[in-house]
């Protein structure tokens, strides 16, 4: 089994930046990719970045150029840098492992972006 923990949400001004942090523990097998996802409220699930553990990444199309996604193999850890944070950023941010089709999903953190 795998676990994974988020922190780091919060209440941010619009322009404004928040690191999101994830910790995973458990089975954890490479190769296998690691990232986020957010849930607006009355949305679905949406893809927000994510990283191979080889160092591939992608992001979605609305986030490139605000938003890093980086992580430590050796840790297990993954981060989200956001920058220049809009109101309609505002979700909670969900940390992923995907490795051969299985996802595992985090509780989520809270992210809301008003002024």
């Known amino acids: 089994q795998v676990q994974l923990v988020e922190s780091g949400g919060g209440l941010v001004q619009p322009g404004g930046s928040l690191r999101l942090s994830c910790l995973a523990s458990?089975?954890?097998?490479?190769?296998?990719?690691m990232g986020w996802y957010r849930q607006a409220p009355g949305k679905e699930r949406e893809y927000v970045a994510s990283m191979t553990s080889s160092g591939t990444t992608n992001y979605a199309g609305d986030v490139k150029g605000r938003f890093t996604i980086s992580r430590d193999n050796a840790k297990n850890m993954v981060w989200l840098q956001m920058n220049s944070l809009k109101p309609e950023d505002t979700a909670v941010y969900y940390c992923?492992?995907?490795?051969?089709?299985?996802?595992?999903w985090g509780r989520g953190t809270q992210v809301t972006v008003s002024s």
């Open positions: 992923n492992l995907n490795r051969l089709s299985q996802d595992y």
């Open positions: 458990g089975n954890i097998f490479r190769p296998n990719a």
